[in-house]
């Protein structure tokens, strides 16, 4: 606005308004990291907390629709990497960071590197389902490559127990993680491809962090795992982790338990399946027999039925039962025709426009009589509903609580509703709704 001295005024929020364009339009979007401190998480999800160095820290807001996609938990004293926009919280003026994207510092490169390498790999085909093999159905020994001491190892021993004790296991130990992890992985691979003392190998290990689960993201592994002839399953971390070994692997398990189901069938389901198969081989068996023992019955009557004796008795019979039928037609004929007569009488009757005609006028009498209290009656109900319709309305409108003294405080920055002083800390704005009309309130203390 401009006084009349031809100054142009700034109202505080015009002054912000204009702030913030120019932030927003002077800064692209931004790569920052720092230390993640005072994290708050409020019930509508958004995220509130300050990033900070050693020598400044800055605001930041990241909303509920982008932190849902941060796979790392934040927590306070995390080093994190993020994406933002550099912003002007207008309601207090506050310059603040409104971030896209969060990720814990040192794990962006390892995951600009696993998808490099993955590209790579991809276009030389070695992730092509054509070069895979289909582990056996039936093998007769399983080897597994993976930590000896790490709880991967138990849980495959126990699905291997469970599902089909009867397979031999043979350990490769190697360690999983830590330098030089994915050499003595590759080296294990070689050696039981070599030795081809087992029929498919499994290569599992426990869940972790990118970091710890780098080795097998090494390119040296996944060409060891492509040149393997042995099928080869892997299992690496939970349902959520993959790694490069799980795209060059025969079969990619969720879990090492899984790959364990995987590499075996379940014994009970094949003994169960067979109990059944003999159940079925027996019925068969009892079913043929009794076909057989009815086939044989059913001839001795056929030849029973072709005696002289029997055809002559049976010619007899059938005669009579002609007779019969001829006699029995004729009678119903007669009788047929005459019930045709008698009903196109009726129907003549029926149809005379005199007959027609008084029940025709009945109809309208009784019609008439009805018409007018049926109307009545039809209006008084329609009177009473809507009655008490609005005797209901009036009960339940919120216009008659505010009538009688209450008001309804929101605050102005998010229009949340306010019931309880602790929501509205000394400076917040208030929108305060009467029965007619609203008013606008500041907070300045809590009684």
């Given at each position: 606005m401009?006084?009349p ?11 912000n308004?204009e702030?913030?364009?120019?932030l927003?339009a ?6 920052i990291t720092?230390?993640?401190?005072n994290?708050s ?12 160095d050693e ?5 930041c807001?990241?909303f ?8 790392a938990?934040?927590r306070?004293?995390m ?11 207008e309601?207090?003026?506050?310059y603040?960071l ?10 962006g ?7 490099a390498?993955?590209l ?10 054509a070069?895979?093999r ?6 007769r020994?399983i080897g597994?490559v993976?930590s000896a ?30 330098a ?8 294990a ?6 030795r081809?003392?087992v029929?498919?190998?499994l ?17 040296s592994?996944?060409?060891a795992?492509?040149a ?16 490069i ?9 969720p ?6 189901e ?6 009970a389901?094949w ?5 059944l198969a003999?159940?079925?081989l027996?019925g ?6 009794r ?10 009557r056929?030849?029973q ?9 049976q ?9 019969l039928?001829?006699?029995n ?16 009488a009726?129907?003549l009757?029926?149809r005379?426009p ?11 009498a ?11 009656h039809?209006?008084?109900l329609?009177?009473?509903?809507l ?10 409108s919120?216009l008659a609580t505010l009538?009688?003294?209450y008001?309804i405080?929101?605050?102005a920055e998010?229009?949340a ?8 800390p ?6 305060i709704?009467?029965?007619?009309g ?7 203390r809590?009684d």
């Amino acid at each position: 606005m401009q006084d009349p001295g031809g100054r142009d005024i700034y109202t505080v929020s015009r002054l912000n308004r204009e702030a913030r364009g120019l932030l927003e339009a002077g800064l692209p979007s931004l790569w920052i990291t720092g230390e993640l401190s005072n994290l708050s998480r409020p019930a509508s999800g958004h995220w509130y907390f300050t990033l900070k160095d050693e020598a400044a820290q800055v605001r930041c807001a990241m909303f509920r629709q982008r932190n849902l996609l941060v796979r790392a938990a934040p927590r306070d004293g995390m080093q994190v990497l993020l994406r933002a926009r550099v912003g002007l919280y207008e309601a207090r003026g506050d310059y603040q960071l409104v971030v896209d994207h969060l990720e814990e510092a040192g794990e962006g490169e390892l995951r600009r590197r696993f998808e490099a390498l993955k590209l790579r790999l991809a276009a030389e085909g070695l992730f092509d389902a054509a070069r895979k093999r289909a582990p056996p159905r039936f093998p007769r020994r399983i080897g597994v490559v993976t930590s000896a001491t790490g709880a991967a190892l138990r849980d495959v021993l126990h699905v291997l127990a469970r599902r089909c004790p009867v397979v031999p296991v043979l350990l490769y130990p190697v360690p999983v993680q830590g330098a030089g992890a994915a050499r003595d992985i590759a080296a294990a691979l070689a050696l039981a491809d070599a030795r081809a003392e087992v029929d498919v190998l499994l290569l599992v290990r426990g869940g972790g962090s990118l970091e710890d689960l780098w080795a097998f993201n090494e390119e040296s592994l996944a060409r060891a795992i492509a040149a393997t002839e042995l099928p080869v399953i892997c299992g690496i971390g939970h349902e959520v982790d993959f790694t490069i070994a799980d795209f060059v692997a025969d079969v990619r398990a969720p879990t090492p338990s899984a790959a364990a189901e995987l590499a075996v069938p379940d014994a009970a389901a094949w003994i169960a399946s067979f109990e059944l198969a003999a159940r079925r081989l027996a019925g068969a068996a009892s079913r043929a027999l009794r076909q057989r023992q009815e086939a044989v019955a059913r001839a001795g009557r056929r030849l029973q039925s072709l005696h002289p004796a029997q055809a002559l008795a049976q010619r007899a019979q059938r005669l009579d039962e002609l007779q019969l039928r001829a006699a029995n037609a004729a009678v119903r004929l007669l009788a047929s025709r005459r019930d045709r007569v008698a009903r196109l009488a009726a129907e003549l009757a029926a149809r005379s426009p005199a007959a027609r005609v008084v029940s025709l006028s009945q109809r309208f009498a009784h019609a008439h009589a009805r018409l007018r209290p049926a109307l009545r009656h039809r209006l008084a109900l329609a009177r009473a509903g809507l009655e008490s319709a609005a005797r209901g309305l009036q009960a339940v409108s919120p216009l008659a609580t505010l009538a009688r003294g209450y008001a309804i405080a929101t605050r102005a920055e998010d229009g949340a509703i306010v019931t309880d002083a602790a929501q509205a800390p000394a400076g917040t704005d208030l929108a305060i709704r009467l029965a007619r009309g609203r008013l606008r309130a500041r907070v300045t203390r809590h009684d």
